[in-house]
T-cell receptor
């Protein structure tokens, strides 16, 4: 079975501080992992995907297969980063897209 | 440029009533998903479809049924609503491929009293 765990429900930081949102997964196959973000009053949208190895809005995430983790990081948080962040795993066999419980990031001035 | 549209946006039901939530996408996507979002529970997959005429159970399928008679539409039905089904429901669609992005609807807030 596939499972995505986000241990923190809320992460509160000050503007300019580093941010790390944790994501751990369990999956027997080769994982395809994503981070989605939901800003206030907006739709859930893709932030980044591990296969692209991209940096979006200053965020990066590295897949660590040994630790089964895909943590989201940003060196200097901005107030506009305040949002709900979801880690997601795609079961490529069944094409099931499964999400974690989400972490609310609050960046204070 | 509608993307994924959910109907209705809000609904209040009495226990035992039935209703259907409609999801429509205009991106010719193969895959469609229904999730429910609850505080502290994140997004949980109810049912999904990998193509027209096909459906499959997700993590929390009990109490829901779905149909995908047309590629662009994915219907979620509640035959006999219960207060435990009070939630925000999201529909999403995507295409096959490792880099495929899931596009989400704006959500439907359902309250069962």
């Amino acid at each position: 079975a596939q499972r995505v765990t986000q241990p923190e429900k809320l992460l509160s930081v000050f503007k300019g501080a580093p941010v790390e949102l944790k994501c751990n997964y369990s999956y027997s196959g080769s994982p395809e992992l994503f981070w989605y973000v939901q800003y206030s009053r907006q739709r859930l949208q893709l932030l980044l995907r591990h296969i692209s190895r991209e940096s979006i809005k200053g965020f990066t995430a590295d897949l660590n297969k040994g630790e089964t983790s895909f943590h989201l990081k940003k060196p200097f948080a901005q107030e506009e980063d305040s949002a709900m962040y979801y880690c997601a795993l795609l079961n490529t066999g069944f094409q099931k897209l499964v999400f974690g419980t989400g972490t609310r990031l609050l960046v204070s001035p | 440029n509608a993307g994924v549209t959910q109907t209705p946006k809000f609904r209040v039901l009495k226990t035992g009533q039935s209703m259907t939530l409609l999801c429509a996408q205009d991106m010719n996507h193969e895959y469609m998903y229904w999730y429910r979002q609850d505080p502290g529970m994140g997004l949980r997959l109810i049912h999904y479809s990998v193509g027209e005429g096909t459906t499959a159970k997700g993590e929390v399928p009990d109490g829901y049924n779905v149909s995908r008679l047309k590629k662009q539409n994915f219907l979620l039905g509640l035959e006999s609503a219960a207060p435990s089904q009070t939630s925000v429901y999201f529909c999403a669609s995507s295409n096959p491929g490792l880099e495929a992005e899931a596009f989400f609807g704006q959500g439907t807030r359902l309250t069962v009293v």
